[in-house]
């Protein structure tokens, strides 16, 4: 196994988790785990106890443990979501706020310089969006996610990115233009995490959004 596809969508019959379903049928079962975060119960609030590990006392819950056990068994982490205000879901935030903690996911050297950790990671973005690309450029959308995400998260752990593929008009009644829209964006994720199954028959059209 060397790829972990983390979710963040209540719906089961969402185009995100349609999406995630397709990019294991073409990377292999073998070769993947996925972590519904919602399904599974998640709980991406802060507590008093994250609040101690963050000034370097007690030990992650259960829960944040088992988190970061899958993530070190595997090379790739695909994050597959919907847009939010023009972010990821409170849910997935709430992930990486408990799970990508220091001392696992960072720390900081005598001189108080920061040390990423997470090297070893390279992190794909699969990320659904009700809105147009050209909306996303005119108001400066991509850059302030860019901002936020690649640098604010992924840079800061020292994970490597990988490919980030965006399925805008996501709820567009033309339900053809998505479902090839989708299949795209799992194919680019697909041939950078397995090359060699990149290539798959169009998946039926999707019956819900985002």
Known sequence: ???LIITAHPDTESLTHQAATLLQDIVGHEATAVGHLAQ???DPRFTLNDRHLYLGRGTPDPDVVAEQDRLHHVSDLV???PVYWWSMPALLKGWFD???IARWAFDFD???RLVPKLGRLTVHVLATAGTAAGSFERHGYTQAFAAQVETGIFDFCGMRRGQTAFVHDSESTDTESVTTTM???????AAVVSPSSAHTEQPSTPG???
Not at 183 to 189: D, K, L, N, Q
């Open 208 to 210: 819900a959004r985002q």
């Open 183 to 189: 299949h795209a964006a799992v194919s680019r994720i």
């Open 1 to 3: 196994m060397s790829t």
């Open 79 to 81: 994050l597959v979501f």
């Open 98 to 100: 408990r799970v990508f």
């Open 40 to 42: 599974e119960g998640f």
């Open 110 to 112: 005598d001189t108080g």
